[in-house]
C-alpha cells in the first residue's frame, strides 16, 4: 500500500484515503418500524397504499431462509395485543410476529402497525439447543395460535399458546410474557399418532385452552383435547366431535374436513361451550362416492356444560346447511373449498361460513348450534359474485357484529382450473352489524391495497395438483376497539409471505348490549 499510494514519512498515514475491509452495508430500516426482524430478508419490505376502508398492507419481516410464510394464523388477546403466526413448512416450524402497543410502539401516522418478528416457537429445525439435541423435526406442516384472558398471577399478562404439526405429531409450547421468550417445546400433545390439521382456542381464563385435530391414519375422527397449563400439554380431556348418528357419512370413504374449534367466552349461560365445524357427505350414501365433490354438507358438533374438571368431553352433531342429497352444489365443487369457518360473538351467538368455490355463504345459530338460519351468499349482489371466493375466514364480537374474508378472483371459474396467468386475487371482507337479525346486512369492501396472488388456488390441500403456494387458508381477527385485523399469504413479488391489514375506523352501528343467545329472539 505504501509504494503504491504515497505515505507522509512523519505520521506514516497514507497521501489518499484508502477503504480497507470495507463494512457490509446495514440494511435499511423497515418502513413502517418493525424490529428485531433478520439483517436478510426473504422479501423486501412492502407497504402499500391502502384502500378505502382498510389500512396499507405490509409486509411482515421474514429471514431469508426461511423460504415462505404461509396459512398465516392470528389472534388478538383483550388488552389487544396482536399476534400472527405462519408456517415453513416441515421440517422448518414457525414464525410469529406481535404488536404490543405498550412495548412495540404506537401505530404509525398511516395506520401500519411496528410489528416485533418473534423468530419461531416450536423453534425450528437446529435453530436451538433443543432442537440440535433432540433431533425432532418439530413442526411448520400446520399451525396455531391461541391467547387466554389476563394472568392476575402473572402482572396480568395473557397466555399465548402455539402448535406446530409434523404429521406424526403435534408440538405445543406456551408464553407468558407476550411471545418474547417460549417454554420447551412438548414435541407429543396428541393422544393419537398421525394427525392431520389442530386447531386451538383459549377459554377466557388463565390457562385453559382446547385442541381440536384429525385421526388422519383411521377413523377420520376429529378429536378434542383440553390443555390446563397454557398449552404445553393436552392430558385435560378428550372427546370425538363426530358422533354414532353422523359418523357413516363423514367417516371413510370420504371423510371430513374440520374447520377451527371455538370456545364460548361470552358471559352468558353458555360460557363454555363448545364449537366444532366440518363439512363431509350430506348421508352414508354420498359418502360411498368417495369424492370431495361429495363435500356438500356443513356440520357443527356441539359440547354443552363443559366443566374444566371433566376429563370427557361429549359432542352432539347438528347440520348447519346441505346442498341436497346426491348434489355436488351448484358450483360442482362441494363445500371443501378449503376450510369452513366458525365464530361466536359476545353473547353467545355462534357462526359459520364456507364456500363451494363461486359463492361464499354464512348462517348463523341463535341457541348454541341446535339450530341454524337459511344460509346467505355474502358475495351475492357484489362485484364478486358469480367469480371464483374460496378460503373464508369469520370473526365476531360484541353482539351480532361479524366479518368474513376471504380470497377473491376477478375471474369466473373453478379456483383449480382458471387461467394460470390471467386471474389476479385479492382479499374482501363482507361485515354486518347485526349478524344474528332475521335480515342480517353485509357491507362488501377490498381490504388488500394490490393483487396478493397471479393465478390458480388448489383447494385439493397437499394431494391438490394446482398452485399451492398461498397453502390453504389465512385468518381474521377483531380487537377490542372492533377493528377487523386481516394476516394473509402474499406472493405477487416473490416466495409467498405474510402481509398484514387492518380497518381504518370501526363499523357504525356495533352494539355491545343485549340479551344472550337461548334467550328472547
Not at 250 to 268: E, F, L
Request: with cysteine; hydrophobic share 35%.
Amino acid at each position: 500500500m505504501r509504494n503504491t499510494s504515497g505515505f507522509n514519512t512523519t505520521t506514516g498515514v497514507s497521501n489518499y484515503p484508502i477503504r480497507i475491509n470495507v463494512a457490509v452495508a446495514t440494511p435499511p430500516p423497515n418502513p413502517t418500524g418493525q424490529h428485531n426482524c433478520p439483517n436478510g430478508q426473504a422479501v423486501t419490505a412492502y407497504v402499500g397504499p391502502g384502500t378505502a376502508k382498510y389500512n396499507p398492507n405490509e409486509s411482515l419481516c421474514l429471514p431469508a431462509g426461511a423460504g415462505q410464510a404461509v396459512e398465516p394464523s392470528m389472534t388478538v388477546d383483550s388488552q389487544g395485543t396482536i399476534y400472527v403466526e405462519s408456517i415453513r413448512g416441515v421440517p422448518g416450524g414457525l414464525d410469529l410476529w406481535r404488536w404490543y402497543n405498550t412495548a412495540d410502539g404506537g401505530p404509525n401516522a398511516n395506520g401500519t402497525l411496528p410489528f416485533k418478528y418473534e423468530g419461531q416457537p416450536d423453534c425450528g429445525l437446529f435453530v436451538t439447543p433443543f432442537c440440535t439435541a433432540s433431533g425432532l423435526a418439530p413442526g411448520g406442516g400446520d399451525g396455531d395460535v391461541a391467547v387466554n384472558a389476563p394472568d392476575p398471577s402473572n402482572a396480568n399478562t395473557p397466555n399465548v399458546a402455539v402448535v406446530s404439526l409434523t404429521a406424526a405429531e403435534v408440538t405445543g409450547s406456551h408464553s407468558t410474557n407476550r411471545a418474547d421468550q417460549f417454554s420447551t417445546p412438548n414435541p407429543a400433545t396428541t393422544f393419537v399418532p398421525f394427525d392431520d390439521r389442530m386447531w386451538i382456542d383459549g377459554l377466557n381464563d388463565a390457562s385453559h385452552v382446547y385442541m381440536e385435530y384429525h385421526d388422519f391414519g383411521t377413523t377420520s375422527q376429529i378429536l378434542v383435547q383440553r390443555s390446563s397449563d397454557g398449552g404445553e400439554t393436552y392430558s385435560g380431556a378428550l372427546g370425538a366431535v363426530v358422533d354414532a348418528a353422523t359418523e357413516p357419512s363423514v367417516g371413510p370413504p370420504t371423510g371430513n374436513i374440520a374447520g377451527q374449534i371455538k370456545v364460548d367466552n361470552s358471559s352468558c349461560p353458555s360460557h363454555g361451550n363448545l364449537y366444532q365445524i366440518f363439512v363431509g357427505p350430506d348421508n352414508p350414501v354420498d359418502n360411498l362416492n368417495n369424492s370431495s365433490a361429495f363435500f356438500n354438507a356443513a356440520y357443527v358438533g356441539v359440547a354443552t356444560g363443559v366443566s374444566v374438571t371433566n376429563p370427557t368431553l361429549t359432542f352432539t352433531d347438528y347440520k348447519i346447511f346441505s346442498c341436497g342429497a346426491g348434489s355436488t352444489c351448484p358450483s360442482g365443487a362441494g363445500l371443501g373449498n378449503l376450510f369452513p369457518a366458525l365464530a361466536v360473538d359476545n353473547f353467545g351467538y355462534v357462526y359459520a361460513t364456507w364456500s363451494d368455490n363461486t359463492d361464499v355463504y354464512y348462517s348463523f345459530s341463535t341457541n348454541q348450534g341446535t339450530h341454524w338460519s337459511p344460509a346467505i351468499k355474502v358475495t351475492r349482489k357484489t362485484s364478486q359474485a358469480g367469480k371464483s371466493n374460496v378460503f373464508p375466514w369469520i370473526a365476531a364480537d360484541a353482539n351480532g357484529h361479524v366479518a368474513i374474508a376471504w380470497y377473491g378472483a376477478d375471474q369466473v371459474g373453478n379456483s383449480n382450473t382458471v387461467s394460470a396467468t390471467n386471474t389476479h386475487w385479492n382479499v374482501f371482507v363482507a361485515e354486518s352489524v347485526n349478524g344474528h337479525a332475521l335480515s342480517p346486512s353485509f357491507t362488501f369492501s377490498k381490504a388488500t391495497d394490490h393483487s396478493n396472488h397471479t393465478g390458480q388456488i388448489s383447494t385439493g390441500g397437499l394431494l391438490g395438483s394446482s398452485d399451492r403456494s398461498l397453502a390453504d387458508f389465512f385468518q381474521i381477527g377483531i380487537d377490542p376497539n372492533h377493528l377487523v385485523n386481516i394476516a394473509y399469504a402474499d406472493n405477487h413479488a416473490g416466495p409467498s409471505v405474510t402481509y398484514f391489514t387492518r380497518e381504518k375506523a370501526a363499523a357504525a352501528g356495533i352494539s355491545t348490549k343485549g340479551k344472550c343467545a337461548g334467550a328472547s329472539h
